[in-house]
């Protein structure tokens, strides 16, 4: 297999399109997002700090994220290959992440940016609500009778979920995170796929890209 980083803005479906990877080629999956909402959810010191800066929008500090995701490379399972969704973000991070994996004899053979226009991204985001009960995540135009469709519990909307920090989410992306599509590009390793498209047909060229580049 090969070591994946996956690129686009929040609500841009990188985690379906993660999730599809994953079953077809069952590479470890390395989400900094779940890593610091685990934190969250135990209330560590780490994980307040972080849900400050993920409730505002903003991005958690590199020296929290860095340290998590190397000590998560150096695990024997991402030897055959891994999967990196929500790192890096910046310039640095992706620095700091080639430098780490050179240490480790390793680096990144494909960067996979799922593309959508901001404006269908902002429709997205905030009609999204979590079930308090199973805690998956649903759509306003899928809810039973006001309830999550999975398991008939009430559902939220999640801080950065509404619209005034979603707009600001994009914008640090437009500042912070795009800036790596021209970085990725510069190595030759990026593809880009337009991701307001089904599901499926989104898969079907990011399963393309990932068989050439591992022929």
Request: glycine fraction near 12%; proline fraction near 5%; charge should be negative.
């Amino acid at each position: 297999m090969m070591n994946i980083v996956l690129l686009g803005a929040p609500g841009a479906g990188k985690g379906t399109q993660a999730e599809r990877i994953i079953e077809e080629y069952s590479v470890p999956h390395i989400s900094t997002g779940d890593i610091l909402r685990a934190a969250v959810a135990a209330g560590t010191p780490l994980g307040l700090e972080a849900k400050r800066y993920m409730d505002e929008g903003g991005l958690v500090p590199d020296e929290v994220v860095i340290g998590l995701v190397k000590e998560r490379l150096t695990q024997p399972d991402t030897d055959a290959g891994f999967i990196l969704d929500g790192f890096p973000r910046t310039l640095p991070q992706a620095e700091a992440l080639d430098g780490a994996l050179g240490d480790v004899g390793k680096s990144i053979d494909i960067a996979l940016a799922v593309v959508v226009d901001p404006e269908v991204i902002v429709g997205r985001l905030t009609a999204r609500r979590t079930c308090t009960e199973c805690g998956k995540i649903t759509t306003v135009a899928a809810l039973a009778n006001g309830a999550c469709p999975f398991c008939g519990g009430d559902v939220y909307q999640r801080d950065d979920d509404n619209e005034t920090t979603v707009r600001n989410r994009l914008s640090v992306y437009a500042e912070s995170t795009a800036p790596l599509i021209g970085y990725y590009a510069g190595k030759g390793v990026l593809v880009e796929v337009d991701g307001d498209r089904p599901v499926d047909v989104v898969w079907a060229d990011v399963k393309k890209a990932l068989e050439m580049t591992a022929a």
